[in-house]
């Protein structure tokens, strides 16, 4: 017998009298990211450095890296072990990091699927069958049995107005200052240049010469205007994944296969194929047999793990005695051997790696004066439609849920290209919708 579909279920449900009470969970999150600001919200520090700091880029130019979890951060391993996805063991589950460590700022997590379950008056919520309607808020799910519906996501993106700008160095401007001296030699010092920039009192004429050299070689910048370059990527683990806690939802799902890969370490990939990330790599079982510890095709993440007391920490792979002759084992390299360390210019370029990883999108775009655009808008539609089941207010808790993945990460990367710094806006608006009664 075929499946009812979506008309005939809700046709039953009504005549039922059942799953008629409709719930709406609003979103709100904004704020401003800079660039090389690596902290965010409840950032905690050891031995001197922030948890999400990225540890295999070259942060010589000004880089805008920040991310926010939908729901929440999925935790999966980092470099202190090798570990084999198809097979999963207890080892496999002693050493898992929340993969929020390394991606720059932390916007937080949204918790878009946390939607409170109403309680009888006097009693706790999860314990009754059904409420009266009538005196159940809208944002509060009326039963523990219902559907979580949609889930409609809002992100738009703006350049402030007070962006500052790196100006050029008195070496840059010096051979300017001096042709549009009369003896060729410009009576401005190195001096005057930092007193102009600090606001200091400087002489009519050379605080005007300083600003035609400036004029002048600001002409000479192909963009004129700093060349604002960002790119959004929405991305979630191709399997189910866990967070560790304690709960028959992680349970359940470990029966189905999770993936407890860290796009910390394999998101992107390289120029060598094999992945890469903010903390490292992932070694290739058909690519580096002649560096496996253990003389197997197991691959294993190399680079940084994050260390809550010592900080962040090169990695450290198990190596057979019989092994050391095979090379770098230690699991402390950042990048694969022939590759450097990411540029800004190659997180705007870089492919994803889509074996692993489910791309909803993957947009560049550009802003500012140039580009004549001073914002991005986007707009992420998640229709579920999915039974639940459960009294507490994450719904993920709820056994029907264990098929799916749901932990949807957004990643921000941005530039300008050269030194100027990069200042983003954000404003994040979403809904999430149950049926329930």
Same mark, same amino acid.
């Given at each position: 017998?075929?499946?009812?579909?979506?008309?005939?279920?809700?046709?039953?449900?009504?005549?039922?009298?059942?799953?008629?009470?409709? $719930?709406?969970?609003?979103?709100? *999150?904004?704020?401003? /990211? =800079?660039?090389?600001?690596?902290?965010?919200? @409840?950032?905690? !520090? +050891?031995?001197?450095?922030?948890?999400?700091?990225?540890?295999?880029?070259?942060?010589?130019?000004?880089?805008?890296?920040?991310?926010?979890?939908?729901?929440?951060?999925?935790?999966?391993?980092?470099?202190?072990?090798?570990?084999?996805?198809?097979?999963?063991?207890?080892?496999?589950?002693?050493?898992?990091?929340?993969?929020?460590?390394?991606?720059?700022?932390?916007?937080?997590?949204?918790?878009?699927?946390?939607?409170?379950?109403?309680?009888?008056?006097?009693?706790?919520?999860?314990?009754?069958?059904?409420?009266?309607?009538?005196?159940?808020?809208?944002?509060?799910?009326? $039963?523990?049995?219902?559907?979580? *519906?949609?889930?409609? /996501? =809002?992100?738009?993106?703006?350049?402030?107005? @007070?962006?500052? !700008? +790196?100006?050029?160095?008195?070496?840059?401007?010096?051979?300017?200052?001096?042709?549009?001296?009369?003896?060729?030699?410009?009576?401005?010092?190195?001096?005057?240049?930092?007193?102009?920039?600090?606001?200091?009192?400087?002489?009519?004429?050379?605080?005007?010469?300083i600003r035609a050299a400036l004029d002048v070689y600001q002409r000479s910048h192909p963009m004129q205007t700093p060349h604002y370059e960002f790119r959004l990527i929405m991305f979630r683990n191709r399997l189910n994944t866990i967070v560790n806690r304690a709960g028959s939802n992680n349970l359940d799902a470990l029966r189905n296969g999770v993936s407890l890969l860290n796009p910390g370490y394999d998101l992107f990939m390289g120029q060598t194929g094999r992945p890469r990330g903010p903390l490292g790599y992932r070694t290739s079982s058909k690519l580096d047999k002649n560096m496996d510890p253990n003389g197997a095709p197991a691959p294993y993440y190399s680079g940084d793990y994050w260390d809550g007391t010592n900080g962040f920490t090169p990695g450290t792979i198990p190596q057979h005695s019989m092994?050391?002759?095979?090379?770098?084992?230690?699991?402390?390299?950042?990048?694969?051997?022939?590759?450097?360390?990411?540029?800004?210019?190659?997180?705007?370029?870089?492919?994803?790696?889509?074996?692993?990883?489910?791309?909803?999108?993957?947009?560049?775009?550009?802003?500012?004066?140039?580009?004549?655009?001073?914002?991005?808008?986007?707009?992420?539609?998640?229709?579920?439609?999915?039974?639940?089941?459960?009294?507490?207010?994450?719904?993920?808790?709820?056994?029907?849920?264990?098929?799916?993945?749901?932990?949807?990460?957004?990643?921000?990367?941005?530039?300008?290209?050269?030194?100027?710094?990069?200042?983003?806006?954000?404003?994040?608006?979403?809904?999430?919708?149950?049926?329930?009664?």
């Amino acid at each position: 017998m075929a499946p009812f579909n979506t008309n005939q279920v809700k046709y039953i449900q009504a005549v039922a009298g059942r799953q008629q009470h409709t $719930t709406l969970k609003a979103i709100n *999150k904004n704020g401003v /990211l =800079k660039s090389d600001d690596f902290a965010g919200e @409840n950032a905690h !520090v +050891a031995g001197g450095v922030v948890v999400y700091t990225p540890r295999t880029f070259s942060l010589s130019n000004p880089l805008l890296l920040a991310q926010f979890a939908l729901h929440e951060f999925p935790w999966a391993w980092d470099s202190r072990g090798i570990h084999n996805n198809d097979i999963l063991e207890a080892a496999d589950f002693t050493n898992l990091i929340s993969t929020d460590v390394g991606f720059g700022y932390s916007i937080g997590e949204l918790k878009a699927l946390d939607v409170p379950l109403e309680s009888e008056r006097g009693g706790t919520a999860g314990y009754h069958d059904r409420p009266d309607d009538e005196w159940i808020s809208s944002t509060k799910r009326a $039963t523990p049995d219902g559907y979580l *519906k949609s889930l409609n /996501l =809002k992100l738009r993106l703006t350049l402030p107005s @007070n962006i500052p !700008v +790196a100006h050029p160095s008195f070496t840059d401007i010096q051979a300017i200052l001096n042709e549009g001296a009369a003896d060729g030699s410009s009576d401005v010092s190195a001096n005057n240049y930092s007193e102009f920039w600090n606001g200091q009192s400087l002489s009519g004429s050379k605080a005007q010469a300083i600003r035609a050299a400036l004029d002048v070689y600001q002409r000479s910048h192909p963009m004129q205007t700093p060349h604002y370059e960002f790119r959004l990527i929405m991305f979630r683990n191709r399997l189910n994944t866990i967070v560790n806690r304690a709960g028959s939802n992680n349970l359940d799902a470990l029966r189905n296969g999770v993936s407890l890969l860290n796009p910390g370490y394999d998101l992107f990939m390289g120029q060598t194929g094999r992945p890469r990330g903010p903390l490292g790599y992932r070694t290739s079982s058909k690519l580096d047999k002649n560096m496996d510890p253990n003389g197997a095709p197991a691959p294993y993440y190399s680079g940084d793990y994050w260390d809550g007391t010592n900080g962040f920490t090169p990695g450290t792979i198990p190596q057979h005695s019989m092994d050391s002759g095979h090379g770098d084992t230690t699991g402390s390299s950042k990048f694969p051997l022939g590759e450097a360390a990411l540029t800004h210019r190659d997180l705007m370029t870089m492919p994803l790696n889509k074996n692993d990883y489910v791309v909803m999108r993957d947009v560049r775009f550009f802003l500012g004066q140039a580009q004549g655009k001073s914002h991005y808008e986007d707009v992420f539609d998640f229709d579920f439609n999915d039974p639940i089941n459960t009294g507490d207010t994450d719904l993920l808790s709820s056994d029907t849920l264990v098929d799916k993945n749901y932990r949807w990460q957004c990643v921000i990367i941005g530039t300008s290209n050269g030194k100027d710094p990069v200042h983003l806006n954000y404003e994040i608006r979403g809904t999430t919708a149950c049926q329930s009664g």
